[in-house]
């Protein structure tokens, strides 16, 4: 133990320390070196050549030192040509000791022959064949370990310092070698050391592939071993695609190993990986389900050609819309936005990323009748996708009005105009929290989902179809602006506390792409009046959540970092639902695409009662417009809210 403790402070004292930290050594000084060797190796070979093979000194022989000296001369002339001292010792590899094995017996072979030749002549000889034949294998012998040496305590001490992480991969597949193979070339940026596999096949395991060994996956033998010989597991991106990630990297997360992974070898550049492709795992591949596969011909037909408006389209959902639409080549993009700052960021990242494609960008607010008219008199779009709305639920709650304004108002105005200027498709994009609302946010989308409903309707009777109207319903969108992966992520990096609501509070997560590729879907597919809702997978736990992402930073929930439950905020309910009571579904084409049945609204009653709505909102009255909305919408019944008194 006393032994164990002497050797921690050698490898924590400056001396030690800096060993990792070392420039490089010039090429002179391993030249000089690599020349003593040689110098030591011929001193060698000269006596064991004498003693042991009986060569006793002869003056048909040339003397040691003139010996040493033709050596010395030839033997730097063949380092030259190999250049065998360019190299960084401490990054000496496989070519490096063939450089060095060519170097040493290329001029053995070569002072062999200019031996032979001298010795021809009758007159003299330069050398004993067995003291070159000693000399080049000591020489090689000598050479070689010197860098070996060099490279094993450069490496144990950075190992020791922190500046290279002990690995295992997961998975032993095509990828997972390519990744180990990375590791054990790339000595100019060591970073990782390979230490073993994790395969949870047992079929793949028991045995040794490049050297180390592979292990089996299960919660004892991580616990055991593998927490101790690794700090970090690179998941191969084979592993990523048959786990659940949610669930199968719990296991090595809840024992505090690091998680990593590499993107799929499809965009490896030239199918080799690079190490700065290796990245710490993100929250947000933890939560994706298995990728969701769309045919995007349907998309690709309707779209080509077209103008088409994204209102919101500075936001999360808005831009991601954007930036698949472009890829089906439209005759025009329209960016509608009333956020200065965002909208500019985002002509930037389009204009570079995407010149050849023609996008118009119109700074506008939604409540502006007379400015979005103008808009839509100035460029008729075809596709309408209406993105923009207000979405934070205690900020509306505070603010109902606006909320009104925005999300009602905003949409009513928008619809009214497709009709007016024959819109081929208006795409609505709604939320989980319309259905049985519990907040004011969640209840005037709704509320606009009945408006819009009940006017395709109105139209459908009157025998106008031209404008299809469709809604999009669906949960949290992981990483969208001001959710909770940002605010969680922000709360580690300043040290914590992270705060959760209530502790059983669950949500329903998709990422933006794939909720913005089933929205182009449903835009596609719909008839008209559909609400469709996806299929969001499993809801997830907050708390579970919070406790991922503090293990995914490299903490120990509870211990580095708290978890604070603060109650649930106004309008908040534990979970999300994307059905009420009352609906059904009806299958589409598509399994994680469903039409939701819902009670169609008379267009008549309906207008009157939101004139009457906007009307309150305008004149900021917030409970009379709150009432109003549960007039419209009778399963709204606010909770942990000052609105909770209109209930009774």
């Known amino acids: 133990m006393e032994e164990k403790e002497n050797t921690g402070y050698l490898e924590n004292t400056d001396i030690f320390s800096r060993l990792s930290n070392l420039k490089y050594i010039p090429r002179w000084l391993v030249l000089f070196v690599d020349v003593f060797l040689c110098f030591i190796a011929y001193y060698v070979s000269t006596y064991i050549s004498n003693k042991i093979f009986a060569n006793s000194p002869d003056e048909r022989i040339f003397s040691f030192i003139q010996q040493l000296g033709i050596v010395t001369v030839f033997q730097i002339l063949f380092f030259w040509f190999f250049h065998t001292y360019s190299g960084v010792l401490r990054y000496s590899s496989y070519v490096d000791a063939v450089k060095l094995l060519f170097a040493v017996f290329l001029n053995m072979g070569f002072l062999m022959l200019v031996n032979l030749v001298v010795c021809a002549s009758g007159y003299v000889c330069v050398f004993y064949y067995t003291a070159l034949l000693i000399y080049s294998i000591l020489a090689f012998l000598l050479l070689f370990m010197l860098r070996l040496g060099v490279k094993i305590i450069y490496d144990y001490f950075t190992e020791n310092s922190g500046q290279i992480t002990p690995v295992m991969i997961f998975g032993t597949q095509s990828a997972a070698i390519g990744i180990a193979t990375l590791i054990k070339r790339s000595s100019q940026e060591m970073k990782y050391k390979l230490v073993g596999f994790i395969d949870d096949d047992k079929n793949a395991t028991e045995r040794l592939i490049m050297g180390v060994k592979v292990y089996l996956l299960n919660e004892e033998t991580v616990r055991k071993i593998i927490v101790k010989k690794a700090k970090a597991i690179i998941v191969s991106p084979n592993k990523m695609n048959q786990i659940n990630p949610e669930t199968d990297l719990d296991v090595f ?18 199918n080799v990986l690079s190490l700065k492709q290796i990245k710490s795992i993100q929250i947000e591949d933890l939560l994706e389900r298995p990728k969701i596969n769309i045919s995007t011909e349907n998309i690709a037909t309707q779209i080509k050609s077209k103008v088409v408006l994204i209102t919101g389209a500075a936001g999360s959902i808005g831009s991601e819309i954007v930036r698949q639409i472009v890829h089906y080549k439209p005759n025009l993009i329209i960016l509608l936005d009333q956020a200065e700052s965002p909208m500019h960021n985002l002509t930037l990242e389009l204009d570079e990323q995407y010149p050849d494609q023609n996008f118009s960008t119109f700074l506008g607010d939604v409540r502006n009748l007379e400015r979005m008219d103008y808009m839509m008199d100035m460029y008729r779009p075809d596709y309408v996708y209406h993105a923009a709305a207000y979405k934070h639920v205690p900020l509306m709650e505070d603010n109902p009005v606006e909320s009104i304004q925005v999300n009602v108002r905003g949409t009513k105005i928008m619809a009214d105009l497709a009709v007016k200027y024959k819109v081929q498709h208006f795409v609505m994009v709604s939320t989980d929290k319309a259905v049985n609302p519990t907040n004011v946010m969640g209840a005037s989308k709704r509320i606009a989902e009945i408006y819009v409903q009940s006017l ?32 969680f992520k922000s709360q580690i990096e300043k040290g914590g506390p992270i705060t959760v609501t209530h502790p059983e509070i669950i949500r329903y997560f998709m990422t933006i792409p794939e909720a913005c590729m089933l929205v182009l879907e449903a835009g ?16 997830v736990k907050i708390v579970n959540l919070a406790k991922k992402m503090i293990r995914l930073a490299g903490f120990i929930p509870e211990v580095d ?21 009352k609906e059904i579904t009806q299958p589409t084409h598509h399994p994680k695409i469903m039409i939701a049945s819902v009670q169609v609204y008379d267009y008549e009653t309906v207008s009157a009662q939101i004139e009457e709505l906007i009307l309150y909102s305008q004149q900021c009255k917030n409970f009379l417009t709150v009432s109003q909305m549960k007039k419209i919408v009778p399963e709204f019944l606010s909770k942990n809210s000052q609105y909770e008194r209109l209930d009774v």
């Open 253 to 270: 997360l809840n024992n505090n190993l690091a998680v990593l992974t590499s993107p799929p070898m499809s965009i490896w550049n030239n």
């Open 456 to 487: 395709y309707a109105k139209l459908k009777e009157q025998g106008d179809t031209t404008t299809k109207f469709i809604t999009t319903r669906f949960g949290n969108v992981l990483g969208s602006n001001g959710s909770v992966i940002p605010l």
């Open 524 to 539: 596609t597919i719909g008839e008209g009046g559909e609400i469709f809702i996806f299929d969001m997978g499993s809801p």
């Open 561 to 581: 970092i708290k978890i604070v439950f603060t109650g649930l905020r106004p309008g908040e309910k534990l979970y999300e639902e994307l059905l009420n009571h």
